[in-house]
């Protein structure tokens, strides 16, 4: 298996820009996540979907972050428009449903944006 | 809410052995431990369950007690190869996935 899979890997953007950030979860899991990571704020999960539908987006921070997922296999985290506090290293993770369930994390993509 | 972790650092020499904590506020279903290396994702380790069910990695282990909802993870006979920062992750429900992780621990395996 491919493991999960997210591009770009790197994104240097300058503020006011449309940021899109994508993610191909692993074949056969139901659960996708995003998180962002920062020194200060540690590993935050932002938004997760189960079977397609957005479950929980209570961690997406305000509404210039949106994300989808219109089919098993793709989502997109979208950021508009970015800001460089937005600077950070976005994971995607995937799993099987429920809480007994490992999750396996993407390589991420760090975004800076200047 | 974000469970506590500790120590928030630990070097240690090779062959020791180290201890990491996770306590949390909330009833928990499970715990997960996850180990990042500098530049690298997380890595999943091990999962331990509401009842005493584990999975996850031979070498590691770890404990899981319900009613103080703390979690223990064990680190014996350091490698250097164990250095990172270490992640648990709580869950409160069995019916999704949501994890909150803590701050992480950053483990340093010295020669």
């Known amino acids: 298996d491919a493991g999960v899979i997210q591009s770009p890997r790197h994104e240097v953007t300058e503020m006011g820009q449309e940021v899109t950030l994508r993610c191909k979860p692993i074949?056969?899991?139901?659960?996708l996540f995003w998180y962002r990571q920062t020194m200060m704020r540690g590993l935050e999960l932002l938004i997760y979907f189960n079977n397609n539908v957005p479950i929980d987006d209570s961690g997406m921070p305000e509404d210039r972050f949106s994300a989808k997922m219109p089919n098993a296999s793709f989502s997109t985290l979208k950021i508009q428009p970015s800001e460089p506090r937005d600077s950070a290293v976005y994971f995607c993770?995937?799993?099987?449903?429920?809480?007994?369930?490992?999750?396996?994390f993407g390589p991420g993509t760090r975004l800076t944006v200047t | 809410q974000q469970p506590v972790q500790s120590p928030q650092a630990v070097i240690l020499r090779e062959g020791e052995d180290a201890v990491i904590n996770c306590s949390s506020s909330?009833?928990?279903?499970?715990v997960h431990w996850y180990r990042q290396k500098h530049g690298e994702a997380p890595v999943f380790l091990m999962i331990?369950?509401?009842?005493?069910e584990q999975k996850g990695h031979e070498k590691i282990s770890a404990s899981f007690n319900e009613k103080k909802q703390q979690s223990s993870l064990y680190l014996t006979a350091s490698q250097l190869s164990y250095s990172g920062t270490y992640f648990c992750?709580?869950?409160?429900?069995?019916?999704?996935?949501?994890?909150?992780f803590g701050q992480g621990t950053t483990l340093q395996v010295k020669p």
């Open positions: 074949s056969g899991h139901n659960s």
């Open positions: 992750g709580t869950a409160s429900s069995g019916n999704t996935g949501k994890l909150i």
């Open positions: 993770a995937s799993s099987s449903s429920g809480g007994s369930y490992e999750q396996y």
């Open positions: 331990l369950l509401k009842g005493g």
């Open positions: 909330k009833a928990l279903y499970s």
